[in-house]
């Protein structure tokens, strides 16, 4: 079934680009701070999205993941990362 999941984080320090990786997520699509930042689908060809700095703000941010599908097989809970690198080919 179609869900939201919504999710805060803190930066503390100057926002910098990021990539958001949905281990756990098969299809559908992420907001940052109330802006849609990319489409995602686990079939790739890339595992992360790119998350340019000016999307973020110092102190509380928001994440919301529109998933379509459901979970990937096996994988029970929601899983976002942030990290400072992409993951292009899986």
Known sequence: HPTFFKAQFIIEDTPGDTFVKLPSFTKGMIFINGKPL???WNKGPQNSAYLPAPFL?????????FELEGFK???KNPVVVLDNKPDLNG
């Open 38 to 40: 990319s489409r995602y």
């Open 57 to 65: 703000i110092k102190g509380v941010n928001e994440i919301i993941v």
């Open 73 to 75: 097989k096996g994988k």
